[in-house]
């Protein structure tokens, strides 16, 4: 066994003491001692190349990588992703060829006992793959970024010094490949690469593939749950066999004989209606995030012939029922477990260079959680491995995977934009055909298998709740009845959608979804005020205030020194989204004239993370506040696939943003809101059951701090509603700056939930006569040049330290002792000596906010490995004198 592998004994290993022949039954993931080079340059072939392992002048790396990810991890290309680095990467090498190269062992390896198969989970584009001198899989088959292969290669293999050699073929213009569209630069490499893991299944002369387990929920009771379990057996003899195959579920054991002929593959099903054991009563079932745990089971499954362990597979899976429906308005929603969903989602995106790895993937999906969001949606980027999923399984992230609207946009697919003459002057991003790109039958076809494929691949993680097959357009029906069948045939436990826009097939009616942006900066009150664009009603799939300029250390990571200053250059530009997100100039023109042009960066760093909190968090709280009507909303971004300005919740560098918080805020389980259009105060129940006598309060105060509006009483509210509380009075002075305190305690006096406004007497004004396809314009703007002038608090923190587990716990307590409000304190975890923040970092709460003679305790966590000494913590504000704890 070498290290140089990761070896995975397949569960079910507990099965072979009990027989009387052994098979080597296991799993080896191709992970490192990899090794690329251009094909451009070598002499050898790919049957030299996978005899004779020669690596003077290659590059070593480890999979999965695309071929720059792999050049930049090796120090090849160092930075790139600073300033303009990135257009100093010659293109031309990646139209060439490249080929990945590695060696393993097969301990024990007998072709008369086993069966071997190579695997490949995900290549870009197409391949030829030798191994031991032998094309085992050649370019003209072997394509698609998205399709799967297995290859049988027991009669090659040998049990030490195998030789493998992969040669990547680059996408070509009009391939269906990944991609960023105008989220971020075109990668130089278009990704090529082998960027999903290679595997070797062994197995014994009969094996398991495709098992799948479909979970049933009594939704009337939730008291029980039925479990159809399905596999595909493969008798790899030249006669038929007798094979029993074997499920057990913690204590519950089924097992069923099945005679498959020679060669043949055999859909072997266990269910409910044959096994009682299949009934699980009382079941732990798997919650969304915010509506209880997601539990998690596993399942073992066995193939023996006689006494012969054969094979075995694992399976984790989650019981819980996903249901779709359409309300009175034709809006799509769903359902858990019978119960109706608010979706609070954002979009995913990948690394650039498809660089993602588990710490970066375990943070991610912990500040999901943390978020108190409960979806997140996947638009063609879909892991480099199932990683991802099992984190979102275990976390109860529901996910919307689908298609990229890469492949409906010529020009993004790298074709001539088709325009019909009579539209000729109709804005590119309006002249998609309802289909997309014209496509062939045979490339219908690959979409068809590469989607069977992706099925297949993941349709056992609970967390998936549709297939989304369209984005901006939708699958022309030749293509969608494809699709269809491949879900009757693969996966009824799931609903399939054609589209994330507003469309009518007609074969499937209406998606009940729109997609009518904005995309970029709007204030506040746009989420409760429209009513015919992308305001809190319908399911919005993709949306948001557009960029979130993060603080101060992450721009410094990426902009040059000169160009810091001032913003709106070229390359403040080039780090901004493409096209008509080239730039951040609508929502620094928005923040310049509410909050006061700021005049050195610190400052617009400051005031940008006020901006991205405000602009955010209403977003949500619309969305909640107008359920049904509302049944869901995605943030379009969630992340950033590198260092840039626009759509991210929390940047490259995993520095969370003033947007965060503003998201983590407005989706609390229970909360309390101001409704920026009718000036109402809901009280938001988003968890299981009701909650009865919890005392709400609101404080309005001047930018003096002086009260000027209270009101508290005692509220019940029944779940997945809202309630109004009161309405707040009209605000006396247009050029005054007013703050509203909101509380909720439950009936222990406990503090359940606490929201905190920042108000103008001048309110924002939209401009509904005008519209661009992004974002709606404003007449009038919000003035909070107060905001630079407020008299200063006395702000005191206490700090205590501990270690949890494998986590730094910092706990700060900060006091205002004056009658002075404390303004959006912001809160950074630094390195004591150069005080650079530590990343990853999980607080309870930041940019908050303390009315006199106010408390509040701030927790951050971060791990041992990235701060070895205990932290420091900087607390710092625009009327706050800076502290160091």
Known sequence: MKLSHIIITLAGLFFLWSCTQKSTIEELVLTDNWYIHSAEGLDQDGETLSVSPVTDNWIQTSLPATVLGALCNAGVYEAPFFGMNLEEIPVEQFKKNWWYRTSFDLTGFDPEKEQTKLLLDGINYSANVWLNGRLI???????????????????????????????????????????????APVPPDHNMGVYRPVRIKRSGKASIDRPFVITDVNTETLDEATLSISTELTNHHSEPKKMTLEARIENSVVSE????????????????????????????????????????????????????????????FGIRTIDTYLNEQNVRGYKVNGREVLIKSAGWVDDLFLRDNTRSNRAQIRYVKEMNLNSLRFEGFWGTSREIYDLCDENGILLMVGWSCQWEWPD????????????????????????????????????????????????????????????????????????????????????????????????????????????????????????KLGGAFGFNTETGPGPQIPPISSIRKMIPEEYLWPPLNEMWDYHSGRKDFNSVKVYLNALNKRYGTPESLEELAMKAQWANYE???????????????????????????????????????????????????????????????????????????????????????????????????????????????????????????????????????????????????????????????????????????????????????????????????????????????????????????????????????????????????????????????????????????????
């Not at 805020?665 to 009718?678: E, G, R, V």
Request: a negative charge; hydrophobic letters at 35%; glycine letters at 6%.
């Open 137 to 183: 899989l050649s370019a003209d088959s072997a394509f698609g970024a998205f399709r799967q292969f297995a290859c049988d290669i027991t009669s090659i293999a040998l049990e030490s010094g195998n030789n493998l050699a992969i040669e990547i073929l680059p996408p070509q213009p009009g391939d269906f490949y990944m991609g960023f569209v105008d989220w």
């Open 257 to 316: 004989t099945f005679t498959v002929e020679p060669g043949k593959i055999f859909l072997a099903e266990l269910g409910p209606e044959k096994f009682k054991e299949l009934t699980i009563k009382n079941p732990r079932l798997w919650w969304p995030n915010g509506l209880g745990n997601p539990e998690m089971y596993t399942m073992h499954l066995s193939l023996k012939e006689g006494n012969t362990l054969c094979d075995t597979a694992t399976v984790r």
């Open 412 to 531: 993004y697919l790298g074709l001539e934009m088709e325009v019909p003459e009579e539209d000729e002057n109709i804005p590119i991003n309006e002249g998609v055909d309802k289909y997309g790109v014209k496509i062939t039958p045979e490339e219908e076809q690959l979409l068809s298998d590469m989607f069977r494929d992706q099925l297949l691949w993941l349709r056992n993680h609970p967390s998936i709740f549709v297939w989304a097959v369209g984005s901006d357009a939708m699958p022309k029906p030749s293509l969608e009845k494809k699709y269809a069948e491949t879900m009757e045939r693969y996966d009824k436990s799931r609903s399939l959608l054609v589209s994330a826009g507003d469309f009518t097939s007609e074969l499937s009616g209406v998606t009940g979804m729109k997609m009518n942006g904005p995309y970029e900066y709007v204030p506040p009150v746009y989420w409760f005020e429209d009513k």
């Open 615 to 885: 602009a955010i968090r209403p977003m949500f709280e619309a969305f909640v506040v107008n359920r049904p009507v509302a049944t869901g909303v995605v943030q379009w971004q969630l992340n950033s696939a590198w260092p840039e300005f626009y759509w991210q919740l929390y940047d490259w560098f995993l520095m969370p943003t003033g947007a965060y918080f503003g998201t983590k805020k407005a989706c609390q389980p229970i909360n309390i809101i101001y409704n920026y259009h009718d000036r109402k105060i809901y009280v938001s129940n988003d968890v299981l059951g009701d909650i009865t006598e919890h005392t709400v309060r609101a404080t309005l105060y001047d930018s003096q701090s002086k009260i000027i509006f209270e009101q508290g009483k005692k509220l019940s509210v029944k779940e997945n509603t809202s309630v109004v509380f009161t309405e707040l009075p009209e605000l006396p002075g247009k050029k005054e700056t007013y703050f509203l305190n909101l509380t909720l305690h439950d009936s222990q006096h406990k503090l359940v939930a606490d929201n905190f406004y920042w108000l103008s007497g001048q309110e924002d004004q939209m401009d509904w006569d005008q519209y661009y396809w992004f974002y709606t314009p404003q007449k009038r703007y919000a003035d909070f040049h107060e905001l630079n002038n407020l008299p200063q608090p006395q702000v005191g923190a206490t700090k205590k330290v501990y270690k949890e587990g494998d986590e730094w716990v910092v706990e700060i307590e900060l006091s205002n002792t004056s009658k002075n409000i404390a303004f959006s304190i912001e809160l950074l975890l630094v390195d004591n000596q150069t005080e650079n923040p530590i990343l990853p970092v999980y607080w309870s709460d930041n940019y908050v906010s303390l009315v006199n003679d106010d408390t509040k305790t701030v927790t951050a966590r971060c791990s041992l490995a990235d701060a070895i000494s205990e932290p420091s913590v900087i607390i710092q504000g625009i009327n706050v004198e800076r502290i160091k704890k």
